[in-house]
C-alpha cells in the first residue's frame, strides 16, 4: 500500500475550481494556500472598507471543496450589481429568514451592522459577507473564523491565506512604467498591458501566517498550479516566511504552466517561465535551493483546459 499524498496548492482565484470540485468528490485531502492580495471584484470594497486580506479567493476555494452543496450554493450567491442597497437589504432580509444557522445569521448581521449606509453591496457575495462578519465578530482572528466556515461547509481539505497583512502587488513593466494594484494587470478587469512584466513586489512588508507555515510542512507534495502567473502565483514567494517553509521541506515540487492564454505572461515560453519561476523561488544572495522536479504539460483536454481525471491521476492523488 502506497503512502497517502497530501499535496498542497499555491494559487489564487478560480483556476482550480474543477479540481477542488472532483476532490471533494473523491475524498482527496489538500492543502490550498491563497494569496491574499487581490484588489479587484466584489470583495475590493470589503478589503478596502475594513483594511483587510482579500476574502473573495478564500471564500471561493472553500465553495469548491465543500461536500455541502447547500451550503456551498448559499455562500456563492451572487447579489445583482444593478439593484439598489435598500433592495440589496431587503434579499438579504429574506435570506435571514430562510437561513437555520444562529451562526451565520449572527455573523452577517455582524456585517451588516459594521458598513456604513453608502456601502456597496451590489455585485456582492453573501458568503463574503458572512465570512467578513464572523472574522471581525471574532476579533479579526482567521484562524477561529476558517475553523468555522470549514465545518460549516464541511470541506475536504484546508484553504488558508499565506499571509494576513494588507499590502497591494507593484508591478513593474519593461517600459518603465509600475502599477500599483493586482486586479489592473490580469486582464480579467482592464484591457492587457501594453508593456510585459519586468517584476513584481509587494507594497508592504508581510509574513506567512502560523497556519501556512505549519501545513508546508506537513504536505509531502508541493504543486504550483495553472492560474494567473505573477498575481495568483508568483506574489506568494514574495511574502517573508514563504521561500524558507519551501526549503525546509524536501518533497517533490511539481509546476504545471497554464496551456491556455496568460495576459500577464504575454508569449513567454515554457521555459522562458521556468527560469523566472525558479528565480522567484532562489532569489540573489539566498540559500535556497528550490527546484521543479517535474512539469507536467500532458493533463489538458484540447481546448486547453484541465482534464482533471487525468491530472489526479498522473499525481496518483486517489492511489492509497
Known sequence: MKNIKIPLFFSGGSALK?????????EIFSYH????????????SIRDFFKMISVGDIRHRMC?????????????????????????LNEINQFLKKIDSDKIKSDLEFFLNSITEKFPLQNGSLGNFIITGGYLKNG?????????????????????????DFADIITHLESGESI??????TGKEVTRLKSPIKKI??????????RANDVMALANLIIFPIGSFYSSLIVNFLVGGVLESINNNSCE???????????????????????????????QKSDYDINISKIITESFKNDGFLDVSKLISTLELDIL
Not at 447547500?70 to 450589481?81: A, E, L, Q
Open 33 to 44: 494556500i491563497i494569496t491574499s492580495f487581490d484588489s479587484g471584484g466584489s470583495s475590493a
Open 140 to 164: 479579526r482572528d482567521w484562524d477561529k473564523t476558517l475553523k468555522e466556515y470549514h465545518r460549516i461547509l464541511n470541506v475536504c481539505g484546508e484553504v488558508i491565506p499565506i499571509s494576513e
Open 253 to 283: 515540487k511539481i509546476w504545471i504552466p497554464n496551456a491556455l492564454p496568460d495576459y500577464e505572461t504575454y508569449n513567454l515560453t515554457i521555459e522562458e517561465r521556468k527560469n523566472i519561476l525558479l528565480n522567484y523561488l532562489n532569489p
Open 180 to 185: 500599483k494594484k493586482q486586479h489592473l494587470i
Open 64 to 88: 469548491a471543496l465543500a461536500r455541502d452543496l447547500d451550503m456551498s450554493s448559499i455562500f456563492s450567491y451572487r447579489f445583482s450589481k444593478t439593484a439598489s442597497n435598500s433592495e440589496i
Open 201 to 210: 513586489e509587494l507594497s508592504e512588508k508581510t509574513f506567512i501566517t502560523k
Open 18 to 26: 474543477e479540481l477542488s470540485i472532483e476532490f471533494a468528490k473523491r
